[in-house]
């Protein structure tokens, strides 16, 4: 009898053995086998900050990046003290509930790339942002407008218009517009500070942004920026067409190209009426724009006007006879076909008069 009472509880702790191991290897296999339901290509699943485990297991589970919720739990449960961030994360390959879990524990988020180009104004990176529809256009456009964040380097600045560098930026959908603001600024203090920037800041970044607007082309840089500073220095008025464009949309009364209205606007940002630079930055310069305000070429120049040749350059000439037969040479190369039909060529051709 003693035998048997052995024999069946043997027989019964064999079975709940084999059971607990089937369990086991089921976990297991839940939890540590590559898992990908392809449901769609790629999955996006935003985890909010605040969510407990047992929700983000179930966001999980139903967008198909882990075989079962439980898997996920009991990875959670051999891991009590792991962090796990807020954020939202891509899911496009096979993975198992281990790695899921690992990479929410190092908040690997998906991140955003959006370009600023050179030359790009607030008013243009707020589209690129709605484009984009992470960062609100109109919540760039409210932050960038307050110019704190840059008061220590500019302190007559009125915005931060100039001082958002133009370059490539990783965003998440948590990105508020001030942290992008100060993400942009911060890059402009290293640009700065690596071409050994000294001087009037203020002065030099409005400089540079209109040289910025007005040509594409880097070995013209220099040039342009000692027009402008021979003009300023013979008290000649910049006559500068994008500070029309961006007095224009500051006033949200741009339309395409130049009117004679925008012309004979009394806004301060206006350089056709008001003499000196404008009171700011009107777009925001790269690199090459920024050294070349620093360090302008020595030029006799005064004036320029996009060449007809087609090449996307200009002609830069000391008087204003030489200036108007260079824009006679343009306006004939246009009727033939022969000119580049770009902004900047077509407004640079109004500039046949002097002061």
Request: glycine share 8%; with cysteine.
């Amino acid at each position: 009898m003693a035998r048997r009472r052995m024999k069946r509880g043997s027989w019964r702790f064999g079975a709940l053995a084999l059971a607990l191991v089937a369990s086991g290897a089921w976990f297991a296999w839940q939890s540590f086998s590559p898992f990908y339901a392809g449901r769609q290509q790629v999955t996006l699943l935003d985890l909010p900050r605040g969510t407990g485990s047992r929700r983000i297991a179930a966001l999980l589970a139903d967008a198909g990046a882990i075989r079962s919720q439980w898997a996920f739990l009991l990875v959670r449960a051999l891991r009590p003290a792991a962090k796990l961030q807020a954020g939202e994360y891509r899911f496009h390959k096979p993975a198992s509930a281990w790695e899921v879990f690992r990479r929410i524990e190092r908040g690997d988020v998906f991140f955003y790339e959006i370009t600023i180009p050179e030359g790009s104004n607030i008013f243009d990176i707020a589209g690129i942002l709605d484009q984009a529809g992470v960062v609100s256009g109109e919540a760039f456009r409210k932050a960038a407008s307050t110019p704190a964040l840059i008061r220590d380097l500019a302190p007559n600045a009125p915005s931060l218009e100039g001082y958002l560098f133009p370059a490539t930026y990783r965003i998440t959908r948590h990105t508020t517009a001030p942290q992008l603001c100060r993400n942009m600024t911060d890059r402009f203090r290293r640009a700065w500070k690596s071409i050994a920037g000294v001087g009037d800041m203020h002065r030099l970044v409005t400089l540079a942004s209109l040289v910025e607007k007005e040509t594409g082309l880097d070995a013209e840089r220099p040039l342009v920026a000692s027009v402008f500073l021979n003009r300023l220095e013979r008290n000649m008025r910049l006559e500068c067409d994008p500070t029309t464009i961006y007095a224009a949309q500051l006033e949200a009364r741009y339309r395409r190209g130049i009117h004679r209205s925008d012309l004979e606007s009394r806004h301060p940002y206006n350089t056709y009426q008001h003499g000196g630079l404008p009171p700011g930055p009107i777009a925001n310069p790269g690199l090459k724009s920024l050294d070349a305000a620093l360090r302008p070429a020595q030029t006799g120049f005064l004036f320029f006007v996009a060449s007809s040749n087609g090449a996307g350059g200009h002609v830069f000439t000391t008087n204003l006879v030489a200036h108007q037969r260079a824009v006679a040479d343009y306006r004939r190369g246009q009727q033939k076909g022969k000119a580049a039909s770009t902004d900047r060529g077509v407004s640079r051709s109004r500039k046949t008069t002097g002061d």
